[in-house]
């Protein structure tokens, strides 16, 4: 459930039109796909911040 909420944000950001948080919001998928979901809630706030 959690992987899902990051992957949302990801649409989102996406439609910002930001390339560099585009790059972010991929590393973030791979490390959902890596199984952590402590590490992705923590590259999410990172993303959040970073905005």
């Known amino acids: 459930m959690r992987t899902t909420k990051i992957m949302q944000l990801t649409g989102t950001m996406q ?14 998928v791979t490390t959902c796909l890596t199984g952590t979901t402590e590490q992705a809630k923590k590259d999410t706030d990172f993303i959040i911040i970073r905005r």
């Not at 439609?15 to 973030?28: A, C, D, E, N, S």
Request: net charge positive.
């Open 15 to 28: 439609t910002t039109g930001i390339t560099r948080t585009t790059k972010i919001m991929q590393l973030t």
